[in-house]
């Protein structure tokens, strides 16, 4: 096993930030002119970046900048995490950075919203990601078609509440005057224009209603992976070269970060998509569905069986893989495993009468269930994982306040080495695909690509429950694909 640098990799990977519930995102451009101060900014930055560890046999002496563990025992101003990322655009306007672009994916250069051609329309990876309709990047507020584009990177910042965040906030946009400028974009979470502003609410649910962030990767020799039971590391460790460049993958590769390379090593790419979601709509449509089943039990309970099938949890997080077969009863215990995580889809629910098979956990990772045998399909899903680090935005939604014409949110982030074979797979193959798991129609229930008129499959005997969608309950609002460097990437970057 790979021993991973973590005094060199940044804290967003091993790290969500829980405990900092609250964020701001600096989409920024370099000045004209101004290679010198974006080269000073940097060199400075590096030393304020949260880390995931300290370097090899350094003191905790604060010398090695900060980092993941002195982070839990921090206090007053100390209480914060910087991170950084930057683009294509933005890598190519530094010396160091554009001599390694050629070492880059095609899908980083390219960006997420390549501009469209007059005579073909809209790119080849718009169409693969679905971003039409409604959701093209010709209506994104940031990152698509519409002047917004020119994006050079993003500061992330994180605070425990709304004064240290800003405080922060001010104290970073003026270290970064001479050398950047932030865009300007609708606001989300917030009333200032330069920052999309995120939180971790404190129940810990996304603005549908279900407890968020519950499955994730764990990291082989994370600090996390050390505490992990064998059910655990069977069905969620994955080698860091799936993450971090420089270290063994999944495919017995290795995720290049050495060499001509170098700039990548310890480094991830990372994706951020605005992803604004109606919640009135989708209460709604989950009322009518419930409207259709039959029975004698209270249209409250039937409205939590339809909401669970089209997640594949409870809205309190229990899945449903693990439930008593049948049942509408979202109240039904759940006592396996780590909290309910540690589960399989081939022997026990492969038909999908538990957990429906379009369900969006079970789209987003199928687990067990995509392979020859359930062994192999494992392995291969262990190819595709990513670590999600989003977080919401905008209030939430209160019908008798009149608040339902108000903008919120996911701004969804995920950390992956391979943006192809790891982000892009998942949303083009699994969620956006009409013939996931052998269906005939439907996509990602909750997803923003609408295809067959919004059918949905849900499993069930003697027959299946065929739901229509009317439209997608989320739309993109925003997106750019980033790289997120190691602390010595930036240093050199600096350089």
Not at 73 to 84: C, D, F, P, V, Y
């Amino acid at each position: 096993m790979d021993k991973v640098e973590w005094g060199d990799v940044q804290g967003l990977v091993l790290s969500g930030y829980p405990h900092l519930p609250l964020s701001a995102y600096v989409l920024f451009r370099f000045r004209p002119q101004s290679s010198d101060a974006a080269r000073r900014w940097l060199g400075e930055l590096a030393s304020r970046l949260m880390r995931a560890g300290q370097g090899d046999g350094e003191a905790d002496n604060g010398s090695a900048g900060p980092h993941l563990a002195a982070l839990k025992l921090a206090t007053g101003s100390a209480r914060h995490a910087i991170n950084l990322a930057l683009t294509a655009r933005g890598l190519g306007q530094l010396p160091v950075g554009a001599a390694a672009l050629k070492d880059f994916s095609v899908e980083f250069v390219e960006g997420m919203a390549p501009p469209p051609d007059a005579t073909t329309g809209p790119s080849r990876r718009t169409n693969l990601l679905g971003d039409l309709g409604d959701s093209s990047p010709a209506t994104w507020a940031w990152g698509g078609w519409n002047g917004h584009a020119e994006i050079d990177g993003m500061l992330m910042l994180f605070a425990p509440d709304r004064l240290a965040l800003t405080s922060l906030v001010g104290d970073e946009l003026a270290a970064m005057a001479e050398a950047a400028e932030p865009l300007r974009v609708t606001a989300t979470g917030g009333d200032d224009p330069r920052l999309l502003q995120g939180e971790v609410y404190d129940d810990r649910k996304e603005h549908f209603g279900y407890t968020d962030g519950i499955s994730q990767p764990v990291i082989e020799g994370s600090p996390r992976a050390r505490r992990a039971t064998p059910d655990d590391r069977r069905i969620h460790h994955v080698k860091a070269g799936e993450f971090v460049f420089g270290y063994a993958n999944e495919r017995r590769g290795r995720a290049t970060g050495a060499g001509p390379s170098e700039l990548k090593r310890n480094g991830s790419y990372l994706v951020l998509r605005q992803l604004e979601q109606d919640v009135a709509a989708f209460q709604a449509f989950v009322a009518q569905a419930a409207s259709l089943l039959g029975g004698t039990e209270a249209a409250a309970d039937k409205e939590e069986w339809v909401a669970a099938r089209l997640v594949g949890r409870t809205r309190a997080g229990k899945p449903l893989a693990l439930a008593p077969p049948h049942s509408r009863d979202p109240s039904d215990p759940v006592a396996r495993h780590s909290g309910g995580n540690d589960f399989l889809y081939y022997f026990e629910d492969r038909f999908g009468l538990q957990c429906p098979v379009g369900a969006h956990i079970r789209r987003a990772n199928p687990r067990d269930s995509k392979g020859p045998d359930p062994d192999t399909a494992l392995r291969l899903s262990k190819m595709h994982r990513i670590i999600r680090r989003g977080r919401m935005y905008g209030e939430r939604f209160v019908p008798a306040t009149g608040n339902g014409a108000d903008t919120r949110g996911l701004l969804f982030l995920c950390l992956n080495a391979d943006i192809a074979g790891q982000f892009e797979m998942i949303q083009h193959s699994w969620l956006n695909n009409r013939h996931f798991g052998d269906l005939y129609v439907g996509s990602d229930p909750i997803g923003h690509a609408q295809v067959d008129d919004g059918a949905i499959v849900i499993q069930r005997r003697p027959t299946n429950l065929v739901l229509q969608r009317p439209k997608p309950f989320v739309r993109v609002r925003g997106g750019a694909y980033f790289f997120l460097p190691g602390i010595a990437a930036v240093r050199a970057l600096a350089g």
